[in-house]
């Protein structure tokens, strides 16, 4: 197991993601390029190399000695990221895996001393990813994370960087209506959530009530029909289209980044298509 403070390298088994961003940060292929526009769109553990092309968004698990070099690389590509902090939750559960919160915050201090401002204030980090499935007991050794809970951990998060959004990957409806810290929900499409349009307005409202931002996209790898398959091109493109179609989300991040799926038949025009509408969408802060 990786020493508890010193980590450097992203967890490679970091569930659920398994984002794995162990690549070595080149000089950046483009001189400084500008984020395109909209919103960002793009893939969780998606390679630095991946951004400024078809895609420019992610959710990215980083440590604290590779951090700042990630974030500038990223920036220098027009992308912009979810940074988890935390890392892996098997490093913030007790002895009966529970969830931590004392653990959790001894993660996040790891990172207390370093000037994240710049890309804070620039929208490089568009929020801090908190927490993977608060509501999943399976993940907290049976006990759900509370919503008191992750306002506990937002303001400790804002303790330290006011600037920086706060986000927990729950759907809305999971939260309370009284969050003053927490910022964003987020909603992840599989089919098996039945109709795509249902599905969000119904966390578009959730969120609205609850004066929360909220962050959409796919479940492309095992979020098809049938259950626990890849989607396929048409999936991608409708189902994308409709969550696309509302104004409200703030970023479009989808599970996961697959090179084999994504060099797959059809998927790179699909996604093509979606980028152009993230990109046509408003551009919008994830602050609440």
């Not at 990215?60 to 000695?65: E, R, V, W």
């Not at 940074?83 to 490093?91: D, E, S, T, Y």
């Not at 999943?136 to 998060?157: C, F, I």
């Not at 609850?210 to 959409?216: C, F, I, Q």
Request: charged letters at 20%.
């Amino acid at each position: 197991m990786p020493d508890a403070v010193n980590e450097i390298v992203v967890d490679a088994d970091a569930a659920p993601d398994a984002d794995v961003q162990a690549e070595p940060v080149a000089e950046p292929a483009l001189a400084s390029a500008s984020f395109a526009g909209g919103i960002p769109f793009g893939l969780t553990a998606q390679p630095i190399t991946q951004f400024n092309g078809r895609y420019n968004g992610s959710k990215l698990t980083l440590g604290p000695s590779q951090i700042l070099d990630r974030l500038s690389a990223v920036r220098s590509r027009g992308g912009k990221v979810a940074v988890m902090l935390a890392g892996n939750p098997r490093h913030y559960v007790d002895g009966d895996g529970h969830f931590s919160l004392t653990k959790w915050k001894g993660r996040v201090d790891q990172f207390k001393k370093l000037n994240l401002d710049s890309y804070i204030n620039d929208g490089t980090i568009i929020a801090h990813y908190m927490l993977d499935e608060p509501n999943d007991k399976a993940n907290w050794g049976g006990q759900q994370v509370s919503p008191s809970t992750l306002e506990e951990m937002a303001r400790y998060s804002k303790s330290i960087w006011p600037n920086m959004p706060t986000l927990v990957r729950v759907e809305p409806d999971y939260l309370s209506s009284n969050h003053r810290y927490l910022d964003v929900a987020w909603a992840q499409y599989l089919a098996r959530r039945g109709n795509v349009n249902d599905y969000i307005r119904r966390n578009v409202a959730d969120a609205q009530n609850r004066g929360l931002a909220l962050v959409v996209g796919l479940n492309v790898i095992h979020g098809g029909t049938p259950n626990k398959t890849r989607m396929t091109a048409k999936e991608v493109e409708t189902y994308g289209s409709a969550l696309l179609s509302n104004s409200y989300p703030c970023a479009f991040i989808m599970w996961q980044y697959n090179s084999d799926y994504l060099s797959s038949s059809g998927i790179g025009s699909a996604m093509d298509g979606l980028r152009r509408k993230a990109e046509s969408r408003s551009a919008k802060s994830c602050r609440s």
